[in-house]
């Protein structure tokens, strides 16, 4: 998204935990990017952040929530502590950035994007907490893009459907599939042919935080190559060497 972004003209504020990876990013996007390096569990983080910003461009025009926790649990080993971590950055760090970026994005009429996952409709038995967070997003896009309509700042959504990060494929190794795996997924799964990429979901994220979107407001968008509701890829099986099953816990924006 940075990338394109930039591309496109915006100077774009970056933010994460990962200080070396920052640094490459921003060494490649020049002048029109800055990094603030944070993190989201501190409720503090969202207006340090957005003063950060404001301080080195002056506005803000649009808001990017994409940071999450992805981590895997089943039900009975999501305790409390794990529980509130992820919480704290997939759903509290949103509604809090959107807080500290409301007056500026009101003088701007700016757009937020939240950044959240097809997960969001039901789920995985290993990815409770994760689709529980990402289910709570949903509420909070349509209920501010109400609550700050008015102010003429826009909220919309992405449920982004699986994607082919370098971070989903490391961990799918972990899991035991070959290193090909992403060429070996079954058409129920990538009727296309193949599995989102970053660049997909960045063209995507570009729509809805320019003009071009405007004045929608308040929609949460499946962002993936098939319908969502009314499809069972859990229970289905196939001739391709592997079954769906194997891919358990892949919806990871």
């Known amino acids: 998204m940075a990338r394109l972004f930039v591309h496109e003209g915006a100077q774009v504020m970056l933010h994460g935990l990962e200080k070396e990876a920052g640094d490459a990013l ?19 983080a969202a207006p340090r952040l957005t003063r950060a910003t ?23 080993d999501t305790d409390a502590e794990f529980f509130d971590r992820l919480i704290a950055v997939n759903l509290r760090a949103p509604l809090l950035l959107i807080r500290a970026a409301m007056k500026s994005l009101a003088v ?17 038995a290993n990815l409770l907490a994760y689709s529980i967070s990402k289910g709570g997003l949903m509420t909070l896009t349509r209920n501010l893009a109400d ?14 459907g699986w994607t082919l990060t370098h971070n989903e494929y490391e961990v799918k190794l972990a899991d035991g599939l070959p290193p090909n795996w992403p060429e070996r997924l079954p058409t129920s ?21 320019s003009d071009e979107s405007r004045p929608i407001s308040g929609t949460v968008a499946d962002f993936e190559q098939y319908p969502v509701i009314g499809r069972v890829p859990n229970q289905e099986k196939h001739n391709h060497g592997c079954t769906t099953e194997q891919f ?4 990871q924006s």
């Open 26 to 44: 921003l060494a490649e996007l020049g002048s029109a990017a800055a990094l603030h390096l944070d993190d989201l569990v501190d409720p503090d």
């Open 54 to 76: 404001l301080k080195r461009f002056g506005k803000i025009d649009a808001l990017v929530n994409n940071a999450a926790v992805t981590q895997r649990r089943v039900l009975a």
């Open 108 to 124: 701007t009429e700016g757009v937020v994007l939240n950044i959240g996952s097809v997960l969001a409709h039901c789920g995985q």
């Open 147 to 160: 609550a700050l309509g008015p102010q003429r700042i826009r909220v919309n959504q992405l449920n982004v």
């Open 189 to 209: 799964i990538v009727p296309s042919g193949r599995i989102l990429s970053p660049e997909d979901v960045a063209r995507g994220a570009l729509y809805w935080v």
């Open 248 to 251: 358990n816990g892949k919806y």
